[in-house]
């Protein structure tokens, strides 16, 4: 069945006869199923290697998921309801390039489009499958549908196989080891997980062959679709993230980045500059290890070799294998978390009365703050789909604890969206930790929306590229163009307030008022031992607000009489 590019469906299917391959007769028995999520290569993949595995037939597929990727036209950016259009074109180009891997190993990518547990189920079927392998997955989403496609499995007496690739370790036992719940700190965690159990066991990177694809009986199986034919419209190159997708192009990146050995070696975060955008501070890595495009197990194990041939190298948790591990703390902690995703009914998050400011979100998100530092970044990351980690800790500190007390979960929606590497547990538990809801408690530490960017870009160059209307403004007044002469804001043809926003705070005041609240909100959770409920909330916020007025009393009294 074939449908015109008009239809609503979000790709063109093609018939059976369209295979690029040979359709091989079906031996009852030995078929089996992979089914490709995250996990999207050839090298370090056990699933993939169990699944060919004395197979007669071997189905690759991928199932296009509506949730995932239907056209939303009532979102702020082009993309779905869950990804903007940069992570989706990334996701293609991925499964463009597994696609190309696979034909070289004599298979292909059959993909599909529909609920994923219904589809693989009934994949599973109608292909007479024997055995099923997947790369297990963390996330909540999918530890539903791996539930339901399990059970049917089960039932049918197929075989599973469902390793931990996408992580060092796998976070079961991590938690198990302590005592049934997920360390709480990077050194805690770091002291139960000890070097991975396969670290100097040679890794499988590549593969022969493949057994061929078996008859596809009445699954409408496709290509992998383009952009217009999920239902997008392109845009412009320049709105686009520089980052191609891909196993190829992850592997051609991370070999550029280890080939530097003193870099590696010396690699030091949190330093780095926020600014640089020609060339990144980092290995800019982390789409590809959200996607699986690139082995996480492998990058450790090419690190370990780096640092093997070095006289001396940076330890975690400030060096590149220590940012791996951050991502497996973080992992973890999200994984034996209920509620790990939200401040309400979350354990480890403190309970705090943040504003819902629909104007104030709008404006960060939209780059309309009036602070250029914050605004440029924002205009990175919707056109890249990418930042510095200093950036986004610069701009989730100001929407949260910084400046303008907006609920973190509201900012974690924007970069879950937006970010080309959104990845469910790192993207919470930064945005917990960045508005001292959980892990780091040190609110009175805040990013200056102003000063920070200065020292490491004085002349404003990150700002002037991303946010070309105050290009012509001298460095001077670049960070805080509403204090520039009005004659200096003609000259550079950039009028405060009307070619580029007022500030919508005051930094000074606004993050003296947060510290304020935040100080309020410790104390509850301290007083109530964590056990706060919604009612609390209510009380502490009417408390705050009731406290704002009284004390704004008499500023006014006081300006009164001396007008």
């Given at each position: 069945?074939?449908?015109?590019?008009?239809?609503?469906?979000?790709?063109?299917?093609?018939?059976?006869?369209s295979?690029?391959?040979?359709?091989?007769?079906m031996?009852?028995g030995?078929?089996?199923?992979i089914?490709?999520?995250?996990g999207?290569?050839?090298h370090?993949?056990?699933a993939l290697?169990?699944?060919?595995k004395?197979s007669?037939?071997?189905?690759?597929?991928?199932?296009?998921?509506p949730h995932?990727?239907?056209p939303d036209?009532?979102a702020?950016?082009p993309?779905?309801s869950?990804?903007?259009l940069n992570?989706?074109?990334?996701?293609?180009e991925?499964?463009?390039?597994?696609?190309?891997?696979?034909?070289?190993?004599?298979?292909?990518?059959l993909?599909?489009?529909g609920?994923p547990?219904?589809?693989v189920?009934h994949?599973l079927?109608?292909?007479?499958?024997s055995k099923?392998?997947?790369?297990?997955?963390?996330?909540?989403?999918?530890?539903?549908?791996?539930?339901?496609?399990?059970?049917?499995?089960?039932?049918?007496?197929?075989?599973i196989?469902?390793?931990v690739?996408?992580?060092?370790?796998?976070?079961?036992?991590i938690?198990?080891?302590?005592g049934?719940r997920?360390?709480?700190?990077?050194?805690s965690?770091?002291k139960?997980?000890g070097q991975?159990?396969?670290?100097s066991?040679?890794?499988s990177?590549s593969?022969?062959?493949?057994?061929?694809i078996?008859n596809?009986?009445?699954?409408?199986i496709?290509?992998v679709p383009s952009i217009?034919d999920?239902?997008y419209?392109?845009?412009?190159?320049d709105?686009?993230?520089?980052?191609r997708?891909?196993?190829?192009?992850?592997?051609?990146?991370?070999?550029?980045?280890?080939?530097?050995?003193?870099?590696?070696?010396?690699?030091?975060?949190?330093?780095?500059?926020?600014?640089a955008?020609l060339k990144p501070a980092?290995?800019?890595l982390?789409p590809y290890?959200?996607?699986?495009?690139?082995?996480?197990?492998y990058f450790?194990?090419?690190?370990?070799e780096?640092?093997?041939n070095?006289?001396?190298?940076?330890?975690?948790?400030?060096?590149?294998?220590?940012?791996?591990?951050?991502?497996?703390?973080?992992?973890?902690?999200a994984?034996?978390?209920?509620n790990?995703?939200?401040?309400n009914?979350?354990r480890?998050?403190?309970?705090?009365?943040?504003?819902?400011?629909?104007?104030?979100?709008?404006?960060w998100?939209?780059?309309?703050t009036g602070?250029?530092w914050?605004?440029?970044?924002?205009?990175?990351?919707?056109?890249?789909?990418?930042?510095h980690h200093?950036a986004?800790?610069?701009?989730a500190?100001?929407?949260t604890?910084?400046?303008l007390?907006v609920?973190?979960?509201?900012g974690?929606?924007?970069?879950?969206?937006?970010?080309v590497?959104?990845d469910?547990?790192?993207?919470?538990?930064?945005?917990?930790?960045?508005?001292c809801?959980?892990?780091?408690?040190?609110?009175n530490?805040i990013?200056s929306?102003i000063?920070?960017?200065?020292?490491?870009?004085?002349?404003?160059?990150y700002i002037?590229?991303?946010?070309?209307?105050?290009?012509d403004?001298?460095?001077?007044?670049?960070?805080?163009?509403?204090?520039?002469?009005?004659?200096?804001?003609?000259?550079?043809?950039?009028?405060i307030?009307?070619?580029?926003?007022k500030?919508?705070?005051s930094?000074?005041?606004?993050?003296?008022?947060?510290?304020r609240r935040?100080?309020?909100?410790?104390e509850?959770?301290?007083?109530?031992?964590?056990?706060?409920?919604?009612?609390?909330l209510?009380?502490?916020?009417r408390?705050?607000?009731?406290?704002?007025?009284?004390?704004s009393?008499p500023?006014r009294l006081?300006?009164?009489l001396i007008?």
């Amino acid at each position: 069945m074939k449908l015109s590019p008009s239809s609503s469906h979000f790709f063109r299917y093609f018939s059976s006869s369209s295979l690029s391959q040979p359709i091989a007769k079906m031996v009852p028995g030995s078929n089996a199923l992979i089914w490709f999520r995250k996990g999207l290569r050839i090298h370090d993949n056990p699933a993939l290697q169990y699944a060919a595995k004395d197979s007669q037939h071997l189905y690759p597929v991928f199932v296009i998921d509506p949730h995932y990727m239907k056209p939303d036209p009532t979102a702020f950016s082009p993309g779905s309801s869950r990804a903007g259009l940069n992570r989706i074109r990334f996701l293609l180009e991925s499964l463009e390039d597994l696609d190309t891997s696979l034909k070289k190993l004599g298979s292909r990518l059959l993909v599909l489009k529909g609920e994923p547990s219904e589809i693989v189920i009934h994949c599973l079927k109608e292909w007479n499958i024997s055995k099923l392998c997947f790369e297990f997955d963390t996330e909540p989403y999918y530890q539903a549908l791996d539930d339901k496609v399990k059970s049917n499995a089960s039932v049918a007496g197929i075989e599973i196989f469902s390793p931990v690739s996408h992580t060092l370790f796998n976070p079961a036992e991590i938690i198990q080891k302590n005592g049934g719940r997920p360390p709480l700190s990077y050194q805690s965690f770091i002291k139960v997980a000890g070097q991975p159990s396969w670290s100097s066991t040679p890794l499988s990177t590549s593969l022969s062959c493949l057994p061929p694809i078996g008859n596809p009986g009445n699954c409408a199986i496709s290509e992998v679709p383009s952009i217009n034919d999920l239902g997008y419209e392109e845009i412009d190159e320049d709105e686009r993230t520089p980052f191609r997708g891909g196993e190829s192009e992850a592997l051609r990146c991370m070999k550029e980045s280890i080939e530097d050995k003193d870099w590696v070696a010396n690699f030091e975060k949190p330093k780095g500059d926020p600014s640089a955008f020609l060339k990144p501070a980092t290995t800019v890595l982390s789409p590809y290890l959200k996607f699986g495009c690139l082995s996480s197990r492998y990058f450790y194990q090419c690190i370990q070799e780096v640092q093997k041939n070095v006289k001396r190298h940076t330890s975690p948790p400030v060096s590149l294998l220590g940012q791996l591990l951050w991502r497996e703390f973080f992992y973890t902690v999200a994984f034996g978390t209920p509620n790990f995703d939200r401040m309400n009914g979350n354990r480890i998050c403190k309970q705090i009365p943040w504003d819902n400011n629909d104007d104030l979100l709008a404006a960060w998100r939209d780059a309309r703050t009036g602070f250029p530092w914050i605004d440029a970044i924002m205009v990175q990351l919707r056109k890249w789909g990418w930042m510095h980690h200093l950036a986004r800790h610069c701009v989730a500190c100001f929407l949260t604890r910084g400046d303008l007390y907006v609920h973190w979960e509201k900012g974690r929606d924007v970069f879950e969206r937006l970010l080309v590497d959104s990845d469910w547990a790192i993207n919470n538990g930064n945005w917990l930790w960045l508005s001292c809801s959980s892990f780091f408690y040190q609110y009175n530490r805040i990013y200056s929306p102003i000063s920070f960017g200065k020292k490491y870009d004085p002349n404003g160059n990150y700002i002037r590229h991303f946010l070309p209307v105050l290009k012509d403004m001298p460095k001077e007044y670049i960070y805080e163009p509403w204090s520039a002469p009005l004659s200096i804001q003609t000259k550079a043809k950039c009028i405060i307030g009307i070619d580029y926003p007022k500030p919508v705070v005051s930094h000074d005041s606004a993050s003296k008022e947060c510290r304020r609240r935040l100080a309020e909100a410790y104390e509850l959770n301290k007083k109530l031992n964590g056990m706060v409920n919604e009612e609390d909330l209510r009380k502490l916020r009417r408390k705050l607000e009731e406290d704002k007025i009284h004390e704004s009393k008499p500023k006014r009294l006081k300006q009164k009489l001396i007008g």
